[in-house]
């Protein structure tokens, strides 16, 4: 999704908790699940499938994520705040359907310190293998 994409006027209304549309790219066939979004909603991914198989003709050469891990318990350290419903490991492992998804391609991952491990686990568990990694040095 290249930052010319456009947001449908449904879409800027919904909250965290739903998803009345989906960001349509500059040629109509790209989409994905707006930030925000409740990933654990019933039939989301069907209807994202839906919509990039009748638009795009197939489905995802290319999935980024950013799942919303928990970042620690109790107390957040330097100043990390979420205000968003976070999903524990199991959750993040089984919510998402990749191998309905994508027949093939890539999956982009954003991944915290210390779920690297778990990341490189959920590669394994849906049968990609890591190409190459590319790191944010802040």
């Known amino acids: 999704l290249n930052s010319k994409s456009k947001v449908s006027s449904s879409m800027r209304q919904s909250g965290p908790h739903r998803v009345k549309g989906l ?11 707006p930030i925000s979004t409740n ?19 197939r489905l995802f050469d290319v999935i ?3 799942p919303p891990w928990v970042l620690s318990t109790g ?10 419903t976070t999903l524990n490991d199991a959750a ?3 919510c998402f ?15 915290i310190n210390n779920k ?3 990341a490189l686990d959920l590669f394994k568990a849906y ?3 890591v190409v190459d990694e590319l790191v944010w040095v802040k």
């Open 116 to 118: 690297y491990k778990f």
């Open 75 to 84: 107390n957040p350290t330097r100043g990390v705040a979420t205000s968003y």
């Open 39 to 57: 990933v654990l909603r019933p039939n989301l991914f069907e209807e994202v499938i839906e919509a990039q198989q009748k638009h795009g003709g």
């Open 127 to 129: 049968g990609y293998g």
């Open 92 to 94: 993040i492992l089984n």
């Open 23 to 33: 960001i349509k790219g500059k040629r109509g066939q790209q989409f994905c699940i």
């Open 64 to 66: 980024c994520m950013d």
């Open 97 to 111: 359907p990749f191998d309905k998804l994508q027949s093939d391609g890539f999956l982009f991952i954003w991944v």
